[in-house]
């Protein structure tokens, strides 16, 4: 098993930046995988980011790319997500995932095994 926890969410003005943690613990080592979706009222929960937990390769939706940043702290086990250039369509509940498999794709929510919590973020325009 492993436990996810978010944290970081709130309310920004659009042009401001976040950053949203997940702690993960338990049986961590056996996540290859850590992504973050997002999921906004009335729509299907949607991939943003993923990292690799060995090497730190990163992956972004095109909707995010060049704002957003993915990172890790291997000692802390913990995934940052670094929002920048916020816009109202950024809103959303924020889900951390972790991924025990290096099969299949890392932009498919299905492929996660374990899920946080979910944080919400709010931009006003």
């Known amino acids: 098993q492993v436990q996810l926890v978010e944290s970081g969410g709130g309310l920004v003005q659009a042009g401001g930046s976040l950053r949203l943690s997940c702690a993960a613990s338990?049986?961590?080592?056996?996540?290859?995988?850590m992504g973050w979706f997002r999921q906004a009222p009335g729509k299907e929960r949607e991939f943003v980011t993923a990292i690799k937990w060995s090497g730190g390769s990163t992956y972004y939706a095109d909707s995010v790319k060049g704002r957003f940043t993915i990172s890790r702290d291997n000692a802390k086990n913990t995934v940052y997500l670094q929002m920048n250039s916020l816009k109202p369509e950024d809103t959303a509940v924020y889900y951390c995932?972790?991924?025990?498999?290096?099969?299949?794709?890392?932009?498919?929510?299905?492929?996660?095994?374990?899920w946080g919590q979910g944080t919400q973020v709010t931009v006003s325009s």
């Open positions: 995932a972790a991924k025990t498999s290096w099969l299949g794709t890392v932009r498919g929510r299905s492929e996660y095994d374990y």
């Open positions: 338990g049986r961590t080592f056996s996540s290859y995988y």
